[in-house]
């Protein structure tokens, strides 16, 4: 199966910074089938991002993604306060659909 | 609005079964892949299992392969996932999610979620 390292496990800003995320893969992402989504405390995961840089409906145009193959980053360009959470990435290119193990974007 | 709403989670014990359910509203249940996805206290998301529109197709993860089995009746708009032979490792929020496509598919990803069901599995 296709394994996810995310990195780094935890992000320390401050609200208005720029928040990189990475997503590297053990094997090339099929079809870049890249999906990322939020998760905040007590509440389900929310997609943001599928097909590696496409914004699902209703998501702020400050999320973007980026990259193909077996490296994928998630931006958030200006952090709001309600974009401290967890994020999460996951392919559905290959079987079994795999998630990474998550970054926490945490207020310094 | 499309809704996805879990029931069924309880305290059960080691060894024993537990089915849960979720139910679709705001769309056309048969339409949609449905995924049980799994997230063990303080952990990550771990997806455990699926079931085709017609419900003819069928992905279990390793980890609960012959003790766990989806269903679906589309007429109830409503998946089904019995657990039996639970052990302690199984407790997790478990949530159910849609995809409008199938693995290596453009909309291949999980769209909408339900809020989960807290599943314990202790003596």
């Known amino acids: 199966e296709i394994v996810l390292t995310q990195s780094p496990g935890t992000l320390s800003l401050s609200p208005g910074e720029r928040a990189t995320l990475s997503c590297r893969a053990s094997?090339?992402?099929?079809?870049?089938?890249l999906a990322w989504y939020q998760q905040k405390p007590g509440q389900a995961p929310r997609l943001l991002i599928y097909?590696?840089?496409s914004r699902a409906t209703g998501i702020p145009d400050r999320f973007s993604g980026s990259g193909s193959g077996t490296d994928f980053t998630l931006t958030i360009s200006r952090l709001e306060p309600e974009d401290f959470a967890v994020y999460y990435c996951?392919?559905?290119?290959?079987?079994?659909?795999?998630f990474g193990q998550g970054t926490k974007v945490e207020i310094k | 609005e499309v809704q996805l709403v879990e029931s069924g989670g309880d305290l059960v014990q080691p060894g024993g079964s537990l089915r849960l359910s979720c139910a679709g509203s705001?769309?056309?249940?048969?339409?949609?892949?449905i995924h049980w996805v799994r997230q063990a206290p303080g952990k990550g998301l771990e997806y455990v299992s699926g079931?085709?529109?017609?419900?003819?197709?069928?992905y279990y993860a390793d980890s609960v392969k012959g003790r766990f089995t989806i269903s679906r009746d589309n007429s109830k708009n409503t998946v089904y996932f019995q657990m039996g032979s639970l052990r302690a490792e199984d407790m997790a929020v478990y949530f159910c999610?849609?995809?409008?496509?199938?693995?290596?598919?453009?909309?291949?990803?999980?769209?909408?979620w339900g809020q989960g069901t807290q599943v314990t599995v202790s003596s």
């Open positions: 094997q090339s992402v099929s079809s870049s089938y």
């Open positions: 705001g769309f056309t249940l048969s339409s949609f892949l």
């Open positions: 097909g590696a840089s």
């Open positions: 996951q392919q559905y290119g290959t079987s079994p659909r795999t």
């Open positions: 079931i085709s529109g017609s419900g003819t197709g069928t």
């Open positions: 999610a849609t995809s409008q496509g199938a693995i290596g598919t453009t909309r291949g990803y999980f769209d909408y």
